[in-house]
């Protein structure tokens, strides 16, 4: 019977199993259309036999389970522990649905594989070539290649991966060929969506301050609304936990106190609290008071107010007055 449902309707029976607060916590991972399609599918639901949500349940078990084997030590690895645990057909089944559902991405072999080898690989690679690859690395295994390139094609690299859109499937597998002559693939049909300026900016965000700024600062002669859209991006509102205190006071001190309370209203708690521990008693209690007489707002108001607070954090920063944390931590500071 499980295996007959709709994926939407295991994920409303799971929500349902899990509990209203742990199924809140999901709820805020996802966009306005997922919610809205859950929250359907939960409402359609009628009285769920015991046996078939322990089915359910044992499904997402495995599943999640085998994705932790993948994320371990690859597809190779997942099946052999599967098997092992399982049986060959269980497996089987098991790694088929994540292929279809979870959509394993192309180059699991170089996830697993340290990039300081990658580096021997791909560096004199095209540098369309080296684009692919890091847009399907993770971030942190991508900044270490892309920090090792030469300055030059670091910006072509990184104006690449920017404005990368789909890939073939074939393509994928031919140079997955090239650098893995074993790997087995597991891709859906289609088209597989890489790069973008999500990755890119996933990827500064890890890399040194110098790299950065080489990379910025010619994407900004060559192709400015690129450059300015990443560097819009590079660093949220909620980030403003990474500075250190003397770096949010500073900030407190250039903003302006109606952006600070309009920002807050749709802030985290964490958020909130670091602003407000940076402030003087009165000058928080006064704050408070502000954003709890303030009433609805929109939220694109908000977002408004909170991005012009981040255009200050930039621009400080740009100055030299306050360090945002970036990379891998172990950059010198004096």
Request: aromatic letters at 4%; hydrophobic letters at 40%; zero cysteines.
């Amino acid at each position: 019977m499980a295996r007959q449902l709709s994926g939407k309707m295991k994920a409303a029976i799971l929500l349902v199993a899990f509990g209203p607060e742990i199924a809140a916590g999901i709820f805020k991972h996802l966009n306005e259309s997922e919610i809205e399609t859950l929250t359907l599918e939960i409402a359609n639901l009628r009285k769920v036999d015991s046996n078939l949500r322990d089915k359910v349940l044992e499904e997402f078990s495995q599943l999640y389970q085998a994705q932790e084997y993948i994320s371990q030590g690859g597809i190779d690895y997942a099946r052999e522990i599967l098997e092992k645990a399982l049986g060959p057909r269980k497996a089987a089944d098991i790694i088929e649905k994540l292929t279809e559902t979870l959509q394993i991405r192309p180059f699991d072999f170089a996830r697993n594989t340290d990039p300081a080898q990658l580096i021997n690989f791909i560096q004199n690679e095209h540098p369309q070539t080296i684009s692919l690859v890091l847009s399907y690395l993770n971030p942190e295994q991508a900044a270490v290649i892309l920090s090792a390139l030469d300055p030059e094609k670091q910006v072509d690299v990184a104006r690449r991966i920017a404005i990368m859109d789909r890939t073939s499937p074939e393509v994928l597998t031919e140079l997955e060929n090239l650098l893995e002559k074993k790997i087995s693939t597991y891709m859906t049909q289609g088209y597989l969506t890489a790069g973008g300026i999500g990755t890119v900016v996933d990827i500064l965000n890890r890399v040194d301050r110098g790299t950065e700024k080489t990379i910025l600062e010619t994407l900004s002669e060559e192709d400015p609304d690129l450059a300015e859209e990443i560097k819009r991006r590079m660093f949220v509102f909620e980030d403003i936990i990474l500075l250190d205190d003397r770096a949010i006071q500073q900030v407190l001190r250039e903003v302006d106190s109606k952006d600070l309370a309009l920002a807050l209203k749709t802030a985290s708690e964490e958020v909130a609290n670091r602003i407000y521990k940076n402030m003087s008693k009165r000058a928080s209690e006064m704050l408070k008071e502000d954003i709890q007489f303030m009433g609805p707002v929109r939220l694109r108001d908000a977002e408004d107010a909170q991005q012009r607070i981040v255009n200050v954090i930039r621009k400080l920063e740009e100055a030299g007055e306050i360090i945002i944390a970036r990379g891998s931590g172990d950059e010198i500071i004096v």
